[in-house]
């Protein structure tokens, strides 16, 4: 054993007391001179049950003398010590003058477990070792005790994360299927009701909101994926957060109108300036007031008001829902987490918005907390982002295209192996008036664009084959592909991603689904 070590462990014993209860104050005062040398902590005592009511997790080792076993109390002394919690087993050091045949040590044997015998008289070397010996065995004590501590914690943690993730999945698989279902059910009654114009717009809509639904599924998963990751970058640029509400509202505009909920929204007459991503605040607000939406009874009163403090933008999404347990106000933002599992599952999501929502908050430098009386007192969610003073010269880009049709017929080519997805983006094209063909793989794509002067083309990445990065350079190596306007839509979604689209020579990346919405706004570009 080198120096460091021996000096580690003699600093780690050195945090325990040492009890002594010895027959007279010269023994006293020599026990307690030779152990505090020694760097140890030592407490002389008048009493075995002196002792006893001194017994705690900080004593590492009690010293005693034959005289002591005969006090009326040593029976409270070792009672105390089988008192002792099971990871504990103070050592007592037991100083006799007639170790062989002693019916007083043969009785502190029997009534203590850990009990080691020295002559008494004893050297200062072997009291000393004795000592050491004990305390080293009392750390080790706790070393195991918390390894077997942090063992039960681990396993009462994987016991956890496996129930959450059971109740995750079954979330899920419930939440998928509700959509899916009134898609299917949808799509059935207008293939026999398609004459009727008022059903079919119904059905219509139905079908786009719960595609919607879906959409926002996949995306929440994704994007608590990426920022889990470090994938997700926020684009920073001079925002006024009322436009930001303006669009996060959006998201719970419809639960609002079918749950008939008293909305009310403040907001100050002025400007107030953050700096962020406006599409990821926006998807802050969405999750908060949709979130507000679900766990509010239909009636029910929700407001949105926006205001400042000390040089911080204060959102405040307040509700009369169905509250909170104190107990859980900062459980809430963690993965997976449902307060209320008894709630309808329709409205009870996937328990990872919360989560987002404080992922995203200080990925801006902010912060969000709940408050709630309670169950049944309604909630209010606190978001605080720090405000900025636009510079002379900056400001927000007011110069916006508004997204129209295309004011003239364009050559447009469509590439996806996924037959379905291909020939609907085709009718929606084609639909606009223009010219389109549609290819459903690599190579079909490249013979086709051979004389069809290209004005855009909307290509799948992942197919076998030639995949649509291949395609992509291709076709820019040909003539006029310079020009050409290329628009990768694939269900792959990262900056990586991203990435390797523009530079195999692609313009603009689309994650699927693609909305008709961002279709019209490539073809404004025209």
Known sequence: MNADTDTTRISAVAQFRVLVAVPTRRDAEVTSNLLSKEGLDCSVLTSVQAIAEQLSTEVGAVILTDLALMDPAFGQLASAMRQQPSSSDIPTLL???ERGGSQAAASALASLSNVTLLDRPSSTRSMVSAVKAALRARQRQYEIRDQLEARRNAEAALRDADVRKDEFLATLAHELRNPLAAIRTGLAVLDRTSEDPRRTAHIVGMVDRQSRML????????????IATGKVIIQQE?????AVLELGLEAGQTLFNMSRHDFRLDLPSGPVWI??????????VGNLVQNAGKYTPDGGRIAVALSQDNGAAVLRIIDTGAGIPTSQLDAVFEMFTQVDRTLDRSRGGLGIGLSLVRRLVELHGGTVTAHSLGVGTGSTFTVRLPMVTPDANEGPDADLKTNSPAT???????????RDLADGLSALLAHHGHRVKTAYNGGGALEMADGFHLDIVFCDIGMA??????????LRAGVGGKALLLVAVTGWGSQEDRRLSFDAGFDIHLTKPVSAE?????????
């Open 95 to 97: 100083l006799t003058r």
């Open 215 to 226: 959409v926002k599924l996949i995306d929440d998963l994704m994007d608590v994926s990426r």
């Open 238 to 242: 001079l925002i006024d957060f009322r």
């Open 275 to 284: 700096r962020g991503d406006s599409s990821r605040l926006a998807q802050v």
């Open 408 to 418: 003239r017929r364009l050559n447009i080519l469509v590439v996806d192996d996924n």
């Open 465 to 474: 084959g030639a995949n649509g990065h291949e395609v992509a350079r291709a």
């Open 518 to 526: 961002q279709v019209e706004g490539i073809l404004a570009r025209f």
